[in-house]
């Protein structure tokens, strides 16, 4: 199975939406024949029939809409995630071999390790 794609999101909540109008204007032109024929009980049911579909559509793009956004989100913030990891990966002196990072390097036994955030003068 493939991953869905937010452009193919985008293009069903936009279907969706179009669905909402479509069945509006059914309900409008099917309630309004059943009033004029003088069957006022239908006319109500397919009218709050109608606007009950329309407001579930309406719904149903909203959070396709939503879901979309998501997943735009996340693909950008992975993308950034990777490009900030390659970034410090070359950054590092630790790629070299045999070279120590701050993180590395054991502390004498006598000896405090320094803080790393600079509080209270650099030491605990």
Do not use: N
């Not at 109500?44 to 879901?67: D, E, I, P, S």
């Not at 990777?82 to 004498?108: H, M, V």
């Amino acid at each position: 199975m493939s991953q869905v794609k937010p452009s193919e999101l985008y293009t069903a909540a936009r279907l969706a939406d179009a669905l909402v109008y479509a069945v509006g204007v059914a309900g409008v032109v099917g309630g309004g024949l059943l009033f004029q024929q003088d069957r006022l009980g239908l006319a109500l049911v397919a009218w709050a029939l109608t606007f009950c579909v329309g407001a579930g559509l309406r719904l149903v793009a909203w959070a396709t809409k939503g879901v979309a956004q998501m997943l735009q989100r996340s693909d950008t913030i992975i993308e950034e995630l990777a490009r900030l990891s390659d970034e410090q990966r070359r950054a590092t002196p630790s790629s070299q071999p045999g070279a120590q990072g701050p993180s590395q390097r054991s502390a004498s036994p006598g000896e405090r390790p320094r803080d790393p955030y600079q509080r209270w003068g650099g030491w605990h």
